[in-house]
């Protein structure tokens, strides 16, 4: 690939970080179910819910799109994870909510709708909200009870997403609060 193509784009995403007592919990229950699944753990630091997937965006973009999360006035939102889940679509072993609170639905197609004018998305898209535990994985059987992880989410990301050959890293670019 020619460098500097490969340089003058990055892949972004917006999401919601997690708390680092609720990552460590999911991260010790997927490091129970690799043994049954394999699959890539992701790390307890990386772990994160999508709010919008922006994929490749010009570098030279980042200053207006930033502009445009710095412009938004959006409200804290309860997340609630309550459930493990596996899909076989992906091959990804998540945990989820059996029902998602309207506000994080809301909260997701705001951030979205935001981002439609100026072409960093195409359209709305509904979002399942999910955090991505294990990728690569196989049918890891039946899975344990996740114990509800309650919270109240205080800011979102932006992330910027790279392929390594030890597998993929979230890197923040910047963070916003929620009011
Ligand atoms: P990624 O694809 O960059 O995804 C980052 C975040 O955005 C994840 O939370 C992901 O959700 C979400 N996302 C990705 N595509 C989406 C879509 N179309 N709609 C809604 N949300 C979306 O992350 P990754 O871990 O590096 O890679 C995941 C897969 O994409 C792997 O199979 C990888 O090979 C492939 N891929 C990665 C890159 C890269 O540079 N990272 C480049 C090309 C292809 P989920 O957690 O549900 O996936």
């Given at each position: 690939m020619?460098p500097?193509t490969e340089?003058?784009?990055?892949?972004l995403?917006?999401?919601?970080?997690l708390?680092?007592e609720?990552?460590?919990?999911?991260?010790?229950?997927?490091?129970?179910?690799?043994?049954?699944?394999?699959?890539?753990?992701?790390?307890?630091?990386?772990?994160?819910l999508?709010l919008?997937?922006?994929g490749?965006?010009?570098?030279?973009?980042?200053?207006?799109?930033?502009?445009?999360a710095?412009?938004?006035e959006l409200?804290?939102?309860p997340?609630?994870?309550?459930?493990?889940?596996?899909w076989?679509?992906?091959h990804?072993?998540?945990?989820g909510?059996?029902?998602t609170?309207?506000?994080?639905?809301?909260?997701?197609?705001?951030?979205?709708?935001?981002?439609?004018?100026a072409g960093?998305?195409?359209?709305e898209?509904?979002?399942?909200?999910?955090?991505?535990?294990?990728?690569?994985?196989?049918?890891?059987?039946?899975?344990p009870?996740?114990?509800?992880q309650?919270?109240t989410?205080g800011?979102?990301?932006?992330?910027?997403?790279?392929?390594?050959?030890?597998?993929?890293?979230?890197e923040?670019v910047?963070?916003?609060?929620?009011?």
């Amino acid at each position: 690939m020619n460098p500097e193509t490969e340089a003058s784009a990055a892949r972004l995403f917006f999401a919601l970080w997690l708390p680092p007592e609720v990552a460590r919990t999911l991260y010790t229950q997927a490091g129970g179910i690799v043994g049954k699944s394999g699959g890539k753990l992701i790390r307890e630091e990386f772990l994160h819910l999508t709010l919008a997937f922006l994929g490749e965006v010009p570098e030279l973009r980042l200053p207006e799109l930033q502009a445009i999360a710095a412009s938004l006035e959006l409200p804290r939102v309860p997340v609630r994870l309550d459930r493990l889940g596996f899909w076989k679509h992906n091959h990804i072993v998540w945990a989820g909510c059996g029902e998602t609170a309207p506000e994080l639905s809301a909260l997701a197609g705001k951030l979205q709708r935001a981002l439609v004018p100026a072409g960093f998305l195409d359209a709305e898209r509904a979002v399942t909200p999910h955090v991505t535990l294990l990728r690569k994985a196989a049918h890891p059987g039946e899975l344990p009870a996740l114990p509800a992880q309650e919270w109240t989410a205080g800011e979102f990301v932006l992330a910027r997403s790279w392929r390594t050959d030890r597998g993929s890293t979230y890197e923040p670019v910047a963070r916003w609060p929620l009011h």
